[in-house]
């Protein structure tokens, strides 16, 4: 197993009523260190609860999480939040950054609160806002910046620790056309330059030729995987 994620015969059942909900039914899906694979699927059919399986926020029913060979379910809670900050980096759709902090702030505020000396963590994250394109709007705050510059801020947070995985839900459902492209050309372009294990759930399947695979989820299976066809652009 080289892949720097692998989900393998990964169930979930959540509790429902009386009885339990699956949903997750034996996936299997593997992510090598800079590949990027797009998630699509019609509404519930699983793929926010297999990147919270695959972010080690929740533990499968079943089956085995392994990020950069290690069994996640083999950890006790205490190394697996360390794993997670280690080594999973999280975008969700809504960028949740704090009112009060710079963009640079927001990057910063996880070392802050560990105690960690800030100084050398301040030019990493001047170095990524600056990957993001956002080395003018270093200093403002969210309601300063676009939909799509807090998006990209986001980004730039998740990259913080060096994620050797990275997990992003809808991450353009907020967006227009323009900057959603935009978001997912970036997210290209960031697994290319840090080798990370990219998966991203999406909607716009226009934007799947920028990415190296598909793989299409329907009642918590994951029903086909396929290369994109040639990029158009
Ligand atoms: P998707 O992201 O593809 O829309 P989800 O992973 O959110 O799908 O949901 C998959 C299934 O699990 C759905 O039937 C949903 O209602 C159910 N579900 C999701 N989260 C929970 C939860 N916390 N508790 C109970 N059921 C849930
Ligand atoms: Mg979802």
Known sequence: MNSALNLVNVSLEYPDGGSTLKALDGVDMAV???EFLSLVGP???GKSSLLAVAATLINPTAGLVVIDGQDVSALKEAERTELRRD??????????????LTAVEQLLIREHLRGNA????RRTAEDLLDVVGLTAAMLKRPHQLSGGQRQRVNIARALMGSPTVLLVDEPTAAL???????IVRLLRRVTDEFRT????VTHDTEFLPLT???????DGRISRASVPSAQTS
Do not use: C, W, Y
Not at 176 to 182: A, F, G, P
């Open 176 to 182: 227009d056309h323009e900057r959603s492209e935009s």
């Open 197 to 200: 294990a990219t998966v991203m």
């Open 43 to 45: 509404s519930g059919s």
């Open 212 to 218: 190296d695979a598909v793989a299409a989820m329907r």
């Open 87 to 100: 080594k999973v980096g999280i975008i969700f759709q809504q960028p949740n950054l704090l009112p009060a």
């Open 118 to 121: 800030v100084k050398e963590a």
């Open 32 to 34: 090598k260190q800079g």
